[in-house]
């Protein structure tokens, strides 16, 4: 009776006769329901608003194929108080919004970031030089930087790591998907992604940019090893993060915390502006321990919202076994409406509430790099 719950089957004939050339796809659209569609059904359901995990490529690895329990995610010990306030605070007065604002004008000058597209791949060279660039005075003995290559699209994903000094085995991860789409047809239309998720990634680089420079003129190294992930592929069904954390779970990775950065730049009421701290999906001990870096860090308040199944790259470290959370830019119902669109663009995007979810990044490697009572 359970695998007859947790298994839907679409009926695979009458899918062969309404798409006899295209190969199905696994999706898995709910913790108890698989289904079989065609890759071209794929963006019917985003379009309808139906979040999936693409499974196509685990099905061998996923436990309730093979009849065992899925992944339990560790309860850790996350601070109770914050503990390097002065650090924080020294690294947030020289967030740049300048920088901030010229790298995500470069960002969604590619045409798409549309993982399968010839634009999708110059733009993931670009975030890997900006990257590189950034982090080229990190002694190669503590950086390292992968080119995450999933084979069957061309866009890779990127993965910085800085290894911790002592207990380098404990792992913080940021992510961020770096893709793009425009639903109408993603192929051919425009995808400027200023938003979704070009918000995040620069987000991601700016804290990636101020904790480099503390590296390096402080000497400093993490105790823990943190790791600023770029997924590709995640508007596809999470695939970049999916096979990310399907490979860390299979190496038996320790990822302590991961954090997910996407969205971060719209203000719908900027008389209430305020960030969302995702509760559906997300691991509570961690989701509390980031509602204290908000308060601790950022001049805005947080709103506890939900985003549904899958919703974003988080939902690949959970379903893994490893902790996840999620701060989006505001209550969720309240996220731009523009994205998916040509009209996602850096015009409709504050820089300054961008800047506020550098701040939590930057709470989150600082106080957890150096944590160890988990």
Known sequence: MRLQSLLVWLNAATIAWSYPYEPLRVLQVGENEVIKVPESEKLNLLRRGVKFFDVTRHTSSLPFFNKEEEPVVPVYNYPAEISNKEIVDGLIENIDEESMHKNLAKFTSFYTRYYK????????????????????????????????????????????????????EDIIVIGSHQDSINLLLPSIMAAPGADDNGSGTVTNIEALRLYTEYFLKREFRPNNTVEFHFY???????????????????????VRAMLQQDMTGYVPEPEDEHVGIVTDYTTPALTDFIKLIVDSYLSIPYRDTKCGYACSDHGSATRNGFPGSFVIESEFKKTNKYIHSTMDTLDRLSLVHMAEHTKIVLGVIVELGSWSAW
Do not use: C, M
């Open 232 to 254: 590709s592929a995640e508007e596809g069904g999470l695939l970049g993060s999916l096979d990310v954390f399907t490979e860390y779970a299979k190496q038996e990775k320790q």
């Open 117 to 168: 597209s010839d634009h999708g791949f110059e733009s993931a060279e670009w975030l890997a030089a900006t990257i590189a660039n950034i982090t080229k005075d990190i002694p190669q003995d503590t950086l390292t930087i992968e080119h995450f290559d999933h084979k069957e699209w061309k866009q890779y994903s990127i993965i910085v790591r800085i290894a911790g000094s002592t207990t380098p």
